[in-house]
């Protein structure tokens, strides 16, 4: 069944990023994707609660957008978090607004994929960090997807490693705007990439 995609973008620096502004270009391209550029809607921080609860009850899937700033989200995100995500509305007594709906994030990390782990230099995995966004999706009532990611992305450019990335990115919103995401499958893996290149998941594509 078609499902309604929603992906709320924060980079409070755009005129440096060499892949998150090309990410949210793909997204404009795919039909059944609502984009939302949060820092050009609101450069106040005066979010329209009204307006984002309404987005909101209209999609499906909702993604977060972002690069990873000091192991979290840029500011913006965090303030449409304390304010769109109101008791009665996301949750408490008659909060149901999100129960069902699908969430993840997709996110750049500068530091290499092995920074990410109990040994590395940044002590934690991808995963671990966004705990508190996988726990607000928990308390919400929405299925948590791990992150769709691309790590090392200060060289990603000069590796060449960005297209392919784009190319993901592309297939993956097509994939949920077509329902064709697999979520008690995917939310075994540690990254939503590990998820698409799984043999499990190309052989139900496939059929």
């Known amino acids: ?8 973008f924060a980079h409070p620096s755009q005129h440096r990023s060499e892949v998150n502004l090309p990410l949210f270009d793909v997204a404009k391209q795919v039909d059944g994707v609502t984009t939302v ?24 899937v909702i993604i977060f957008q972002f690069p990873l700033y000091w192991y ?6 965090k303030e449409w978090q304390d304010l769109v995500l109101e008791y009665t509305f996301a949750y408490g007594t008659g909060g149901d607004a999100l129960v069902g709906k699908t969430f993840f994030c997709s996110l750049t990390a500068g530091a290499k994929v092995d ?20 726990q607000m999706a928990s308390l919400t009532g929405m299925h ?30 097509q994939l949920c705007v077509a329902g064709d995401i697999d979520r008690e499958h995917a939310a075994q893996f ?10 499990q998941f190309k052989m139900e594509v496939a059929k």
């Open 1 to 8: 069944m078609t499902q309604k995609v929603l992906v709320l």
């Open 72 to 77: 979290s989200t840029p500011a913006i995100l």
């Open 37 to 60: 550029d949060l820092y050009a809607e609101y450069p106040t921080f005066n979010i329209n609660i009204d307006r984002e609860q309404k987005r909101l009850r209209e999609h499906d």
């Open 144 to 173: 948590y997807l791990p992150p769709f990611c691309l790590f090392g992305s200060r060289t990603a450019l000069e590796e060449k490693r960005i297209d392919s990335h784009l190319a993901e990115w592309r297939n993956l919103l």
């Open 190 to 199: 540690e990254k939503l990439n590990h998820y698409l290149g799984d043999d």
């Open 115 to 134: 920074a990410y782990r109990a040994e590395g230099y940044n002590h934690f995995t991808i995963r671990q960090l966004l705990y508190p966004l996988e």
